[in-house]
């Protein structure tokens, strides 16, 4: 909780203003942020300074692993995030790629479990780490990348948390995640769970050890109209102790989480936390 608030500091106090060509907004921006999570220990890094919906966080990565191209099937396990990137942005309506109403295109999880091969097949990103890691095997490439310049035009977001490499020192198993863009009074709440919840659940079903998740951002920005709120409300509070996660032992295997996982196999044991803020969300 304390390197976040620090973050949020730090732009407030060392930002540059930046015009964001995509919302017509102002943005305090800093480059450069590294955000480390203890999962070992359990430390889940929920925002106590706010109220925070830590379940739509873990259900949109949910989503991601099962390759959900429709915001309807993210809705359907109780993450709304996508409802307005696949319904209300204008230059993806007017895309001829575009599907009809939810459609969110070939982002995120299309791309880490259906990458397009040159040969017209498929490419399963996940099912190779995932098999590796099951073996006790780290290549040095177990990397799952959203990241596809080549179909940026086929789907309705490019990635912001673009792509997570796992690394296995023995019997432990460590996540580097990289993020290009992230709205912090916002988004890095949600992507920070994320983050550990990821490293928690490979590791639990590969039979592996959690370790430490590093998260590395490259843009870290606050909005122009998230800024008051930021500085003269969340920041003069004080944070409680991190929460615990607790995750379903029963959850065993890639088709567990596949098919019958949902969000009553998780749970937050011990969450503190002051009032929410109606932070403004940019599309």
């Not at 943005?27 to 919906?53: G, H, M, Q, W």
């Not at 696949?86 to 895309?95: G, M, S, Y």
């Not at 959203?146 to 912001?160: D, Q, S």
Request: aromatic share 12%; glycine share 6%; proline share 4%.
């Amino acid at each position: 909780m304390k390197q976040y608030l620090a973050l949020c500091q730090r732009i407030i106090d060392e930002g540059n203003w930046i015009e964001n060509k995509r919302t017509g907004k102002n943005c305090l921006t800093v480059i450069d942020a590294d955000l480390t999570y203890d999962v070992a220990n359990n430390e889940f890094p929920l925002v106590t300074t706010r109220k925070s919906f830590w379940k739509a966080a873990i259900a949109e990565f949910l989503g991601y692993i099962r390759g959900y191209d429709n915001a309807a099937d993210f809705r359907a396990l109780g993450a709304k995030t996508w409802d307005a990137n696949a319904n209300d942005n204008e230059a993806w309506l007017n895309n001829p790629a575009r599907k009809g109403e939810d459609d969110m295109g070939r982002v995120y999880g299309v791309q880490g479990r259906r990458w397009q091969k040159p040969d017209g097949s498929t490419l399963d990103q996940l099912r190779k780490i995932v098999d590796n890691l099951s073996d006790g095997f780290d290549d040095r490439g177990e990397i799952l990348t959203f990241y596809n310049p080549g179909e940026f035009e086929l789907g309705c977001l490019r990635p912001c948390m673009h792509t997570h490499t796992f690394s296995l020192l023995g019997d432990t198993l460590y996540l580097t995640s990289y993020q290009r863009s992230c709205d912090v009074p916002l988004g890095l709440n949600f992507n920070q769970c994320q983050v550990f919840w990821f490293l928690a659940i490979m590791a639990q079903i590969t039979g592996h050890k959690p370790g430490k998740a590093y998260h590395k951002i490259v843009n870290a920005h606050i909005y122009e109209d998230q800024v008051e709120l930021m500085r003269d409300v969340q920041l003069k509070r004080e944070p409680f102790d991190p929460p615990k996660l607790h995750i379903n032992p029963d959850i065993k295997s890639l088709e567990d989480i596949e098919t019958w996982v949902t969000m009553e196999d998780f749970s937050v044991e011990g969450y503190q936390y002051h009032d929410a803020i109606a932070y403004p969300f940019s599309v």
